[in-house]
């Protein structure tokens, strides 16, 4: 147990912090020029999780649990900041004191992202490390709803001259809302759902749907650093969410194994 929670916690930081870092690279990227002072903060954030990716190097799946509890900790703090920051920028935004090219759906998803960051840092420091039906369920509507917005966000950001990924997108974006309003139905229904049948069915039809979009990511980011569609996503950004498919996968396995163990 105490190698699970050292290697689930640098697993964890490795993957958030990278993902946290180009979150503030996209808010910077897409904030007018006269929003200084928050083009200034987003990129102290890049700083913050460089210095935290560098950290890491210091750390193995032999160190001290002790010194990866303190490296939680630290870390939780820089995820409860830039949460914060996210949903200063959404309060603006809203509010239309200040107009920029990020989406309020946008900085609502990145702040949700940053408070599971925050929010598994803190189950790990409190030695949750395996998975309740009632989480499995909860992670699944977390990341439904992730794959829902990153089809309507490619959507928007393709050129509409590329009608067919356009309508590609269109057809993701249905049918993760089918799945996450299906997940949060599951949810209401605890603890009668909470049978190992249901669930393996329920992690079954979210594969097969997660696939094909990885898939479809992973063909668009392809293309996008080939120059061969039009549109406003950057590189780096299909790739960032070519990440999170290939995450929502993985945790996928580790709920499917961890079902198999207690059954």
């Known amino acids: ?113 940053a408070a599971y ?39 928007h950001l393709l050129d509409p001259s590329e009608r067919k990924l356009v309508n590609q997108a269109k057809e993701f974006s249905h049918d993760f809302d089918q799945l996450l309003f299906q997940a949060v139905d599951l949810d209401s229904m605890r603890p009668q759902s909470e049978t190992k049948p249901l669930l393996d069915q329920f992690l079954d039809e979210n594969r097969v749907s997660v696939v094909a979009l990885r898939d479809f990511k992973k063909t668009a980011r392809e293309l996008i650093e080939a120059c061969r569609i039009k549109s406003n996503i950057h590189p780096l950004l299909a790739d960032h969410v070519f990440r999170e498919a290939e995450r929502f996968l993985h945790i996928i396995d580790m709920f499917e194994v961890s079902l198999t163990k207690n059954n």
Not at 117 to 124: P, T, V
Not at 131 to 149: C, G, Q, S
């Open 117 to 155: 960051f925050a929010e598994r840092l803190k189950e790990l420091n409190e030695g949750k490390l395996e998975p309740t039906p009632a989480r499995i369920i909860k992670e699944n509507v977390f990341f439904l709803r992730l794959m829902a917005d990153h089809s309507k966000f490619i959507g």
């Open 1 to 113: 147990m105490v190698n699970q929670f050292v290697s689930r916690s640098l697993d964890e930081i490795r993957f958030w912090s990278r993902i946290m870092k180009e979150h503030a690279l996209f808010l910077s990227l897409g904030f007018n020029f006269n929003d200084t002072k928050l083009i200034q903060e987003a990129q102290q954030f890049i700083h913050v999780f460089e210095r935290i990716e560098e950290q890491l190097s210091n750390f193995n799946s032999s160190s001290d649990p002790q010194q990866i509890a303190i490296f939680n900790s630290q870390v939780f703090q820089a995820a409860t900041s830039i949460w914060a920051y996210k949903r200063k920028v959404l309060g603006l935004e809203l509010r239309c004191e200040i107009r920029s090219n990020n989406f309020p759906l946008l900085l609502n998803h990145t702040s949700r992202e």
